[in-house]
């Protein structure tokens, strides 16, 4: 069975830009969640989509910006890039049901802001 | 506010030498404890979940342990290819939210 899908794997941008980044959960995980994770530093989260509805937020500012389509993929949405915006960016899976509570990650987006 | 401290923040190992890696955590309400491994330039491999006190988990040369306030992960006789780094997360209770709470992580190098 195929594992949590991110894309891009690599990608760099303009401070100022946006850019969105693509997540597909593991089959029949309902929620998805993101992270960014800077050199050096555990994974810091940021939203948490069950249902296709927003579960949680991390202290993150207003430009990033997230959604979950009916098909349970997610996608990242960071506006206005700066440059402390470089960082791997992590989708995680998770069937969040009562028989499981298993959070999977995926390989992760590569965002360099120059 | 939930907090996560790993420790040691670097292990050096010779092959074949044991050694135990610290979680010290403070949540309101523990859903779960979280053990993943992660290799250079890739996202976090899951290993382990922990729910209560007293719990332990064991996979292969890794074992991992709960108390009320600290998790350890014991390697023993560690090989090279256990070498990465180690990161511990915790999950609160908190309604439908499953978002983690991650240490730092202890790299762990082993030494042929």
């Known amino acids: 069975d195929a594992g949590v899908t991110q894309s891009p794997t690599h990608l760099i941008k303009t401070r100022g830009q946006q850019v969105t980044l693509r997540c597909s959960p593991i089959s029949g995980h309902k929620s998805v969640s993101w992270y960014q994770q800077v050199l050096g530093q555990g994974p810091q989260f940021i939203f948490q989509y069950y249902e296709k509805e927003e579960r949680g937020r991390g202290n993150f500012p207003d430009r990033f910006s997230a959604r979950q389509f009916p098909n349970y993929s997610s996608e990242l949405n960071v506006n206005a890039l700066l440059l402390g915006d470089s960082a791997l960016y992590l989708c995680a899976s998770s069937p969040q049901s009562s028989s499981g509570n298993t959070i999977y990650f995926g390989e992760g987006s590569w965002l360099t802001v120059v | 506010e939930d907090q996560v401290t790993q420790s040691p923040e670097a292990l050096r190992l010779q092959e074949g030498e044991s050694s135990s890696l610290n979680c010290s955590y403070t949540v309101s309400g523990l859903r779960g404890l979280f053990w993943y491994r992660q290799d250079p330039g890739k996202g976090p491999e899951f290993l382990f979940t922990?729910?209560?006190a007293g719990e332990e988990k064991e996979k292969e040369r890794l074992k991992a342990t709960l108390t009320k306030k600290e998790s350890f992960l014991h390697i023993t006789a560690p090989k090279p290819e256990d070498s990465a780094t180690y990161l511990c997360?915790?999950?609160?209770?908190?309604?439908?939210?499953?978002?983690?709470?991650f240490g730092s992580g202890t790299q762990l190098t082993v030494l042929p």
């Open positions: 997360a915790v999950q609160r209770y908190s309604g439908s939210a499953r978002q983690l709470t």
């Open positions: 922990l729910y209560s």
